[in-house]
């Protein structure tokens, strides 16, 4: 299964969404609206920066190449508001999880809505665990993580500026 929903918000892998569920169907321009330099700040270096069409659709394939990467969208407005990108880190159900959401949707309880419904999802799918990395500046993110259950790994390397954060389903 490729997606699942919240109260407020609709999570599916990007290619599967219907015109019903998302009608601007335009991928490059939503991630292009939402890899803002404020949005990008605490990412890694290189997806910083301002972001063109065709930059956000050489993003798109990279992502395609490498992670599962799923399209969050606001039920009420039907818009893109946000990414989850998933990668196995091993075959034994193993999780390294990354968000974003674009500057309009902060601050409105969207990050811990679209972080605990990944948590329901996982333990509904046999998920072992989950991991995310997160910039020790990114207090907000922080704060997400440890109100959806994450807690502080405790052989973190802070030198690099990243905090590791995991959850347990076992």
């Known amino acids: 299964m490729t997606r699942f929903e919240t109260v407020r918000l609709l999570v599916a892998e990007w290619h599967t969404l219907a015109q019903q569920q998302w009608p601007s169907q335009d991928l490059a321009n939503a991630v292009k609206q939402m890899l803002t330099p404020s949005v990008t700040a605490c990412l890694p270096p290189s997806w910083q920066g301002d972001y063109s069409l065709e930059r956000a659709d050489q993003w798109i394939l990279d992502r395609d190449d490498k992670d599962a990467t799923w399209l969050v969208i606001d039920k009420s407005t039907h818009e893109a508001i946000g990414l989850l990108i998933l990668s196995g880190t091993d075959d034994f ?19 811990t809505e679209l972080v605990s419904g990944l948590v329901s999802w996982c333990r509904d799918n046999c998920i072992r665990s989950l991991t995310a990395g997160v ?8 704060r997400v993580l440890e109100k959806c259950g994450f807690t502080l790994e405790p052989d973190n390397n802070e030198a690099n500026n990243e905090r590791l954060y995991s959850i347990d389903f076992t």
Do not use: D, V
Request: aromatic content about 12%.
């Open 135 to 142: 910039e020790t500046a990114n207090l907000a993110s922080i």
């Open 93 to 111: 159900g193993h999780l390294r999880l990354g968000y974003l959401l674009k500057e309009s949707a902060w601050g409105q309880g969207f990050a």
